[in-house]
């Protein structure tokens, strides 16, 4: 695939359009895809924001970096030092330190130098290619000044209904579910899938999970990283969100090794019909 050319409108956001499908992305808003339509309807939705809970995290589609989902306490340890990161979801650190801060425009990508909060330094970027039937978003996590852990996702909200009336579901179908314990802390696996509706995160997923509305467009989630999380608790919209490693991978020593020179690369590749 050739690189997005972005068309940038008066109040900021970049576009591409081909063809039937099109996309918005807003580099103020955490450098979000706020929107994608394909076929003239969007199927990017959002949700009510919950309090306590970091607003931004409610709507578009957005990378979650250097770290997903929760932290426990905001803590980790790497190459024998400690490490402490500042929490914004009751006690933890939630989804990373990029979905709330003003991205740049890097010719044709995004681009965000990490703030304090992350103590290792670093930078993000974000390359978005758009054909008629395919969108892939690339993460890369690099740090050319030392060594450390990190971990990419993304956090795509799906609508439920679209605007001709269509409903949603989805197919996935993952091996292990995360236990969690009562701060959402996971704390071990059992096979399958379990209980539902889902808000848990997932791995050795048997297919790329296909996400349909009624009106009979469907897209699959290509598979690209090991590990899930799935949202299905919420009003108006969903997540299916691929992840490069586990939940709380920092604390547990799961992250993958960044160093200069060896980038940690993670998509969001999406296909449609």
Avoid: K
């Avoid at 979000?32 to 939705?45: A, D, F, K, P, Y």
């Avoid at 890369?140 to 956090?155: A, C, D, K, S, W």
């Amino acid at each position: 695939m050739s690189g997005t050319v972005f068309r940038e409108r008066p109040d900021g956001l970049l576009e591409q359009s081909t063809g039937a499908s099109a996309i918005v992305v807003d580099p103020l808003d955490g450098g979000r895809l706020v929107s994608l339509r394909i076929g003239g309807l969007e199927v990017l939705g959002g949700t009510a924001p919950v309090p306590g809970r970091p607003q931004q995290i409610f709507h578009g589609s957005f990378v979650m970096a250097p770290f997903v989902g929760r932290t426990a306490h905001g803590r980790f340890s790497f190459e024998g030092q400690d490490y402490r990161m500042p929490t914004n979801f009751g006690p933890h650190a939630m989804h990373g330190f990029g979905f709330d801060r003003p991205w740049r425009r890097d010719g044709e990508e995004l681009a965000l130098d990490l703030d304090e909060r992350w103590p290792l330094g670093g930078s993000v970027h974000q390359r978005f290619e758009l054909t008629e039937t395919r969108l892939v978003v690339t993460a890369t996590l690099r740090n050319e000044q030392r060594r450390m852990p990190g971990i990419l996702g993304f956090h795509p909200w799906f609508a439920s209904t679209l605007a001709d009336g269509s409903a949603a579901n989805y197919d996935f179908e993952p091996g292990i579910r995360y236990l969690c314990d009562d701060e959402g802390i996971p704390v071990g696996t059992i096979p399958g899938g379990g209980d539902r509706p889902w808000d848990d995160s997932f791995a050795e997923v048997a297919a790329d999970p296909v996400v349909r509305w009624q009106n009979g467009l469907e897209i699959t989630i290509a598979r690209t990283g090991s590990h899930w999380i799935v949202c299905e608790t919420m009003p108006d919209a969903f997540c299916v969100e691929p992840l490069s490693g586990p939940v709380n991978g920092l604390a547990t020593g799961e992250a993958t090794t960044v160093s200069p020179g060896h980038p940690l690369v993670h998509s969001l590749d999406l296909r449609w019909s």
